[in-house]
């Protein structure tokens, strides 16, 4: 198998990739924390196939087994950390790397070494969180890509797995996709239910400016042209039109950036890679998709003790 960098240089092993390391974003001791939840939640009471095995000193090989963009790094190192092992990640295995690896072309990414009962204990969380992350990554590089040479933004959402969701954003960024709002405290997104309960979008967008202040940006789902100049003239930052045909969005797109060049209008409502396309335009500025997190495919590794 083999490491292909973001690059348009000739593909090699070894290359400079364009992937910003983004593992320095992480927040250290919440990362702890959640491996250690992550821990105690596949490992409640007695591990008989620890004592098993024993606790001689031993290495395991990760395998990469199938093509995708490599994410996941700081999880996996953060999960055999806790266990008191130690990860040594092969020269050219960078994240944001598209690995061309199989089951018949397997691709060694790390030798990790500790006790045996300690490195299998840590083998299948360390393997789901590298094999989603990873998937998200590769899902988020080929949107990215299908955009080909569009200028705006192809994020994810806020359709995260419960307790994962840390990962899963991480994912989005590696793979070449913004991560939309991190959380409900990021941005204001007011949908349907919060302009029902507010009565208008004008009442809404006012009042959740007044709590927002200039420090968070106010976006507003809207289901036709006259809602998204609405909440452009009540003050959004961002208007999201929302489960739009491509061409009224496109059209309606046009007409919000004549009137308000500063607002960004977003396409959001069942996109997906393939479709995607059809939504851009020069007046879109961000096209959302859900299944970047939601449904998308794993990678396939695996961790085997060396014998």
């Known amino acids: 198998g083999t490491i292909i960098m973001t690059t348009t240089e000739e593909t090699m092993m070894m290359t400079t990739t ?3 390391d983004y593992s320095s974003l992480l927040p250290k001791a919440q990362i702890e924390a959640t491996v250690q939840k992550w821990m105690q939640d596949d490992h409640p009471s007695f591990d008989v196939g620890g004592l098993v095995v024993g606790n001689a000193p031993t290495s395991a090989r ?9 994410a996941g790094k700081p999880f ?5 950390e806790q266990l008191g092992c130690k990860v040594e990640w092969e020269d050219d295995v960078v994240e944001g790397a598209f690995v061309n690896a199989s089951g018949s072309d397997k691709v060694c990414m790390a030798i990790v070494t500790g006790p045996v009962n300690d490195l299998l204990r840590g083998e299948r969380t360390a393997l789901n969180t590298l094999s989603r992350c990873s998937g998200v990554a ?6 990215r890509e299908a955009a080909g040479d569009w ?22 960024l590696v793979g070449g996709a913004a991560t939309h709002r991190l959380d409900l405290s990021q941005m204001v997104m007011l949908k349907d239910n919060h302009i029902w309960s507010a009565g208008s979008i004008t009442a809404a967008v006012q009042l959740a400016r007044k709590a927002a ?13 006259e809602e998204a100049i609405e909440a452009s003239a009540a003050g959004a930052d961002i208007v999201m039109l929302d489960n739009f045909e491509p061409e009224q969005l496109k059209k309606d797109a046009k007409t919000v950036k004549e009137m308000y060049p500063h607002v960004l209008v977003e ?8 479709t995607m396309p059809q939504f851009l335009s020069e007046h879109v500025d961000i096209v ?11 990678l396939d590794y695996s961790l085997k003790i060396v014998h």
């Open 62 to 70: 990760l395998l990469l087994k199938s093509p995708g963009v490599f």
């Open 267 to 274: 396409a959001s409502g069942g996109i997906t890679t393939d």
């Open 213 to 225: 202040g200039f420090s968070q940006k106010i976006e507003v789902e809207c289901q036709s042209l």
């Open 18 to 20: 364009a992937t910003p």
């Open 151 to 172: 200028k705006g933004w192809v994020a994810g959402t806020r359709k995260t797995t419960p307790g994962f969701r840390i990962v899963e954003k991480y994912g989005l």
């Open 288 to 298: 959302s998709q859900g299944k970047l997190t939601q449904g998308y495919a794993c």
């Open 138 to 143: 590769t899902a988020s590089r080929a949107a």
């Open 76 to 80: 996996f190192d953060a999960v055999f």
